[in-house]
């Protein structure tokens, strides 16, 4: 099994930095002329990502503002171009954290991420992990937007894959007596 991967992440002032990941390839699933449509595996908050579908989902998706938001999500029916005698797939990344329900967006990182896989078989076992610092944000109920764009689609196909979590009070330890 022969892959490679090309990596960006950035760090911000608002201390947002994301990563991403490919394991191994499967083959493509033959589709349609029309060709398949971007989308987007529910996203889940994880308190540890260990590689392509071993992550450990954090229970109620809370955390506190001292801790950073880990996000684990994949990317299907994305489209796969040759790339000299292998496949690539190709994406880049926004994301964005909202007050739950709202629309007005509360910190956002533009093109944080640029991603590509390259295998000799279409790479098709893909997933991409998120981290993103809280310092600053008060307790209270949130949404985090990934906001993926499939580079070798010519249409430049742009979908959002919420998630939910909870920033709580942190707990203080109980003195010694």
Do not use: H
């Not at 590509?116 to 944000?137: D, M, Q």
């Amino acid at each position: 099994m022969s892959w490679m991967l090309v990596r960006r992440s950035l760090v911000t002032a608002l201390g947002l930095v994301l990563t991403a990941s490919t394991t191994g390839a499967q083959d493509a699933k033959k589709s349609d002329d029309a060709g398949p449509k971007l989308r987007i595996e529910q996203p889940v908050v994880c308190s540890r990502i260990d590689g392509f579908e071993n992550y450990e989902e954090l229970p109620n998706a809370e955390l506190t503002a001292d801790e950073k938001l880990l996000v684990y999500f994949r990317p299907r029916d994305y489209k796969v171009v040759p790339k000299g005698d292998q496949f690539a797939a190709r994406f880049t990344e926004d994301a964005q954290i909202r007050a739950a329900g709202s629309k007005k967006v509360l910190r956002r990182k533009d093109d944080i991420l640029e991603y590509e896989g390259v295998a000799k078989k279409p790479p098709r076992s893909v997933y991409l992990s998120n981290t993103f610092a809280l310092k600053g944000l008060p307790p209270g109920d949130y949404e985090y937007d990934v906001i993926l764009r499939d580079e070798n689609d010519d249409k430049k196909t742009e979908l959002t894959a919420t998630v939910k979590f909870r920033i709580v009070t942190a707990k203080l330890p109980k003195s010694a007596e």
